[in-house]
């Protein structure tokens, strides 16, 4: 193997690349971004960067080793595995002997084509508009009331804006289950957001503009629209590949793909699994990926999953899945610090000095 190809330019692309050198690969790397932007990390798209407290600059993740081949608007079209090569939207074919996926998601829209107004946030590009819709807005109606949508609504209050959130299921609930969203949503509610849940969803009302959202028969407006609903993963340049795909490119626990290919993030999907579409995961996945491209026997993660939120003045970190687990079996409250544990698996903090590795591990303990 002499010619390695990362697709995508998200986190976990950028640390594949990295970590192919790490583990001594000594051939050509190159990875192929659509974007135009240095590869930048999303995580604080949604706080401080939205709020412009942050620049865009600040968001760019350190810069790759020398020795690897970043191409920008190198936009990836269709893959042919069977003379190895990775088809970009100019028509230039790209050689490649191992092949890593990392194209990541986009965000997912509720407007049909041709309607304007509706925001999303997903790229730099996406938050320098919302955040350019927000200077001229006295109000913001989000649609989505997951962990992005949640953000999104907390940093609009802290620019002062009034704020309104509806979804089709409690705040919070699919992700961290009862007990620890409503914690969070009682943050959200004494600081003023208004939220509402319309068990029959929501749909966007207008014809060339958006005008508002039809909630069970009430029209909510607002200033500024936006949709977090969620993404879906960027693979449809794999259709006619061979390749698997089901809400993602299918892998193994060690992201192989096929002979010669490995996926990772938030393109990726484990075979019999659902996606995590969060940082850590993204990260701890490229790794294992690259690794395993390189003929290493290696494992995947053995600590649960890890994400975290801060919203409303809140910090949340939790590892594995709250969500569906009920209420849990130990909680620890000292103040407004609290420590929570579910013996399906699960652990997670509120305000809470508890270090990462050790809060999986509670998690993970029997």
């Known amino acids: 193997m002499k010619r390695i190809v990362v697709v995508g330019g998200s986190i976990a692309a950028v640390t594949a690349a990295s970590w192919l050198r790490v583990r001594g690969f000594d051939g050509t790397v190159t990875l192929l971004s659509a974007e135009t ?18 620049t865009d600059a600040s968001t760019a993740l350190p810069p790759l080793d020398g020795s690897v081949e970043l191409r920008l608007g190198a936009r990836a079209v269709s893959l042919d595995t069977g003379a190895r090569r990775v088809i970009l939207e100019s028509g230039e074919p790209v050689p490649y002997d ?17 309607m304007s107004g509706e925001r999303v946030l997903r790229t730099l590009a996406d938050c320098a508009a919302l955040r350019e819709d927000l200077t001229r807005a006295t109000s913001v109606l989000v649609v989505g009331a997951g962990l992005l949508g949640m953000e999104i609504a907390s940093t609009c209050r802290t620019l002062g804006l009034q704020v309104a959130v509806v979804d089709r299921d409690p705040p919070l609930r699919r992700v961290l289950g009862p007990v620890l969203a409503e914690v969070v949503t009682s943050a959200a509610r004494e600081h003023g957001v208004m939220l509402r849940t319309v068990p029959g969803g929501v749909r966007l009302v207008g014809s060339d503009t958006l005008e508002g959202v039809d909630a069970g028969g009430d029209l909510l407006t607002a200033d500024v629209i936006v949709s977090a609903v969620g993404d879906v993963p960027a693979v449809d340049w794999l259709t006619g590949s061979g390749l698997t795909l089901d809400h993602g490119v299918v892998t193994d626990s060690c992201g192989r793909v096929a002979d010669g290919i490995v996926a990772a993030g938030d393109a990726a999907v484990v075979r019999g699994a659902s996606r995590r579409p969060h940082w850590t995961n993204a990260v701890e996945q490229a790794r294992v990926a690259a690794a395993a491209l390189l003929g290493e026997d290696v494992a995947g993660a053995e600590l649960p999953s890890y994400f975290w939120t801060n919203q409303f003045g809140v910090e949340v970190k939790i590892a594995g899945e709250p969500a569906g687990l009920g209420t849990p079996d130990l909680v620890d409250v000292d103040g407004s610090s609290m420590l929570l544990r579910w013996s399906g698996g699960a652990a997670a903090t509120v305000d809470h000095t508890m270090p990462v590795r050790k809060l999986r591990q509670l998690a993970s303990a029997p």
């Not at 191992?98 to 041709?114: D, E, F, M």
């Open 37 to 54: 932007e240095q590869p930048y990390t999303r995580v604080p798209l949604s706080k401080t960067v939205l709020s412009g407290e942050a």
């Open 98 to 114: 191992g092949l890593v996926i990392a194209t990541g998601g986009r965000a997912r829209r509720l407007s049909p084509p041709g």
